[in-house]
């Protein structure tokens, strides 16, 4: 049997190289560095952390925490470098990059049957299984092969994202329920409505705020479409109240008349426990997007449980383009993983590479591939990602919204977390012991 190529040396590359040689089958894994970098490398290390050295939180009534803690259950190479090259941060986990990577090289390098090239890889390769994992930098050659395989609109290359917030921190008595031109208290999207001077205000401080700046590989141009609110705010006052926080089509029940502006929320999830902030991608700090966005009607406690960004990142629209098991609908046998495929942040990264690395696995056996289960963090991941609402898709990280309410509804914020947790980590660790029967994995 031919090996099993995995294209890009990142985290979700590393991690599904090193799940499927687990279960004994041969892996080549191609990476272009150092013959050709990116504009965000600094070195031609596997698994290279280009931005914060950070893994965000180890505690497990946090999402990421969570995510890590099922990721060690499956035997995570991507956690165990971390472990190893861990450095004191609090309660996130925190690395020395340089050892971080050299752990997972030494990992990779020892493994008997995973084979490194380094060589650049033009276009997407016949033959199967293939993983595509090449990151959000992907070439422009492989990239070009990409649409062409998926079709040109499936492709993006920039990720602008509007704010997320928890369901409960909303204010209920000071919003209402309504989509344009129907009645109030019907509909999806949720309205925080401002008068004049509240209005004013939020352009002042919109205006006031600051920026993060774009990185040295990001143009810092952008799409009339998707333009961050503090550049509309920057073009006139009356910008935002013509644009998406255009109140036409909507009466406050309570005054019966048509609010100055609003500020619109739409459901994220089917539970409706999350609401993304509609027309708020943003560049802001994620100090200012807090102070700012809680002056809204409605938000003054806001939890975001996502801060709202715009870089430069290549992904699929992976309900459209993927099935439920990061496969091309168009390609059975091609499998993505990693930031390509609609994943946002390096632990979920490394999450998708290791669901993928089993997944392939399945499929050299001849199975379908069994997904995890949707109460599982990893599962409710990949569960949004095969789901094409809300539109347009948007690159997914790991939020306790994701996850299907707990059986008691009346548990308190803290409670219902640490309720969601256990149940995750013990369906995760069903699942794995489901899926050991059919694959077993060699020790290491």
Known sequence: MKPVRVIGGGLAGCEAAWQISRRGY??????????????????????????????????????????????????SLILEAAAAASIPGGSSLCVDRNRFSSFVEGAIRDRGNITVRREEVTEVPRGEPVVIATGPLTSDALSASLQTLLGLESLFFYDAIAPTIDAESIDWETVFVQDRYQEPGSGSYVNCPLDREQYRSLVSALRASDTLKPRDFEDERYFEACLPIEVMASRGVDTLAFGPMRPVGLTHPATGRRPHAVVQLRPENREGTMFSMVGFQTRLSFRDQEAVFRTIPGLEKARFERMGTIHRNTYVDAPSALDRFQRARRRPGLFFSGQLAGVEGYVESAASGLMTGLYVCHALQGREPEPPPPTTMIGAILDRLSCPEPAPFQPVNAQFGLLPPPEDPTLKKDRRREALALRALDDMAAYLESTRAGIPVSAG
């Open 26 to 75: 041969a892996v080549e894994l191609l990476e272009m560095r150092p013959g050709r970098s990116t504009p965000a490398h600094r070195t031609a290390d596997l698994a290279e952390l280009v931005c914060s050295n950070s893994l965000k939180s180890t505690r497990t009534d946090r999402a990421n925490g969570l995510l890590k803690e099922e990721m060690r259950l499956a035997g």
